[in-house]
């Protein structure tokens, strides 16, 4: 069975794909190198080689060159995963429906129809027949920059995975304030913070950020521009030198922040100081705002697995926090917030950082639909404008 495969390099960790016969899939490499030469993130790398892996799996067991393929193969690979058939200890996709989520299916199928995408550009005979050329019929809406591509077409996949849109999970208001007070409490009559304060600001700041934990965890003293006389912000940069290799998904970005967050902001770095980072340190810009304290090497970065640890107790302590929540929550949270209080989608999206907006229309369009539709709740009320209406 063909396997994913972790490779550490210099700069950082990546991802391969291992055959039957433990040798690298020389045709996968090869697209991965270029996800690579893109610059594109671990995890998306991570992603992509297992769903590879699985391709490369179903080739085999098969006894089936790779560049000798056709639309049938990819129904019946896309049909496996449904059923969770492939390699039953590569994806543990059930969703509690005794099949594999359609998302996890559609992302799958995503990494196998890039692969040859890659490889008709190449000139491999096979991929190039996996694709085909859509014109624009009349009456058919238009993208952007449609005209670009109207003369000679688009090329799009023959091979398409329907997903069913789930709505995005939330915190609740209370569920947000309960996490903040389990973590640390202000006491009046010592003037001091009891508690994991780090915690405490470490959520507080992607409640009202919507960061990802990777940018979060990613910050330096530098990048945290306290307010004087001007509004508070952090800077979102791409660096690739984490040394747990976290870094920015989107790119440079400014977020704007408010006072509290940002006198938070300036508590912890009161306590850092206290435990002596200030002596410490060599260069304080240069050092990261979430840092070990009592484990590990001190001032540090925080590892995301740490953080995901530390969440798991927390959610142990709190019943009413939701049992699958993850920092990403937060994210969607900030983001159905924002929507629901008249945010315009593209003031959202970037925020967020989503390189296109599409992304963010994609994720939470639901939200601004239920606000829409929630206005014709009211049928009472409808039918009497009517009503005034005619009398007028």
Not at 252 to 261: E, P
Not at 307 to 314: D, I, N, S, T
Not at 329 to 338: E, G, I, K, P, S
């Amino acid at each position: 069975m063909a396997s994913t495969q972790r490779v550490v390099l210099g700069e950082g960790v990546t991802w391969t794909v291992v055959g039957e016969d433990f040798r690298v899939a020389e045709p996968v490499e090869q697209y991965l190198e270029y996800l690579r030469s893109r610059d594109c993130s671990p995890n998306t790398l991570k992603s992509y080689a297992r769903g590879l892996a699985l391709w490369w799996t179903f080739l085999e067991r098969r006894a089936q060159s790779w560049d000798a393929i056709g639309v049938t193969e990819l129904g019946t690979f896309v049909g496996q995963l449904r059923r969770e058939s492939v390699a039953e200890d590569v994806v543990p996709l059930d969703d509690g429906t005794g099949r594999a989520a359609d998302a996890t299916v559609a992302s799958r199928a995503r990494a196998v129809m890039g692969f040859y995408r890659y490889h008709a550009a190449r000139g491999v005979e096979v991929a190039g027949r996996l694709y085909e050329t859509v014109k624009a019929r009349p009456g058919s809406y238009l993208p952007f920059l449609e005209h670009v591509a109207r003369r000679t077409g688009r090329r799009s996949s023959v091979v398409k995975i329907r997903v069913r849109a789930k709505p995005v999970p939330v915190l609740l208001p209370g569920q947000m304030a309960a996490i903040r007070e389990a973590e640390a409490a202000w006491d009046a009559a010592g003037a001091v913070w009891s508690g994991e304060l780090r915690y405490r600001l470490l959520w507080t700041l992607l409640e009202e950020t919507g960061l990802r934990l990777g940018e979060a965890i990613g910050l330096r003293h530098r990048d945290w521009k306290t307010g004087t006389g001007t509004t508070a912000q952090v800077e979102v940069v791409h660096r690739e030198d984490h040394p747990h290799g976290v870094r920015a998904k989107s790119g440079h970005r400014r977020v704007f922040v408010g006072s509290a967050l940002d006198r938070l902001y300036g508590d912890w770095v009161w306590a850092l100081c206290e435990a002596g980072a200030d002596v410490e340190l060599g260069d304080w810009d240069d050092a990261y705002i979430f840092c070990n304290l009592r484990r590990g090497s001190r001032f540090a970065p925080i590892r995301p697995e740490s953080v995901y640890k530390h969440l798991g107790v927390v959610k142990r302590r709190l019943p009413a926090v939701p049992h699958g929540m993850t920092p990403h929550w937060y994210r969607h949270t900030h983001a159905t917030a924002l929507l629901l209080a008249g945010v315009p989608m593209h003031v959202v999206s970037r925020r967020l950082g989503h390189a296109d907006v599409q992304t963010t229309i994609n994720t939470y369009a639901h939200v601004t639909e239920d606000a829409e539709l929630r206005a014709c709740a009211d049928w009472q009320k409808i039918t009497q404008a009517w009503g005034t209406g005619h009398e007028s």
